[in-house]
């Protein structure tokens, strides 16, 4: 008898599960998590090839990563503000960091990792209350760095 489901296959991860920990200055969880990821930029050379026709030519050119931007619903947590503060004071050295953003499974194991060098918080700002809403209140964080890897 053959199976109608392939249960060989991986599950997807689901996206609510993952946490951060920046070198011990932010741990915890957040709601919401981008910027994981590089990029090169393209340099277009126009330029006529030897037909006499004109061809445009994408040659890679920078590679560059994305911000990290967090948001979480706000407590009286203090560590990203704090984190923040030394950069408003000059100390941005000071203040970079190693990091890494990860992903669980189902079972809450660990299946997913990105570690970010070098970090530093670019911007942190806070909720907007609205006194007819009963929405969270949501903080963001956006860390800029210098690399970033997937390890697992």
């Known amino acids: 008898m053959t199976q109608a489901v392939d249960t060989s296959r991986e599950d997807f ?3 609510c599960r993952f946490k951060v920990d920046v070198g011990g200055v932010i741990t915890g969880y957040f709601t919401e998590c981008s910027g994981l990821g590089s990029e090169t930029e393209i340099v277009e050379s126009k330029v006529v090839n030897d037909k ?3 061809v445009v030519l ?4 920078r590679l560059k990563w994305g911000d990290i931007t967090l948001k979480r ?5 203090m560590q990203i503000w704090d984190w923040r503060k030394k950069v408003e004071d000059g100390d941005v050295n000071g203040a970079r960091r190693n990091g890494s953003i990860v992903m669980y499974d189902q079972s809450l194991r660990e299946r997913a990792r990105w570690n970010f060098m070098n970090g530093w918080p ?13 929405e969270i209140g949501i903080e963001e964080l956006v860390i800029v760095h210098e690399y970033i890897t997937r390890d697992s």
């Open 52 to 54: 006499g026709v004109e």
């Open 73 to 77: 619903g706000i407590t009286s947590d």
């Open 122 to 134: 670019s911007k942190v700002s806070g909720p907007s209350p609205k006194a007819d809403s009963n």
């Open 13 to 15: 991860l689901v996206g």
């Open 58 to 61: 994408k040659v890679p050119g």
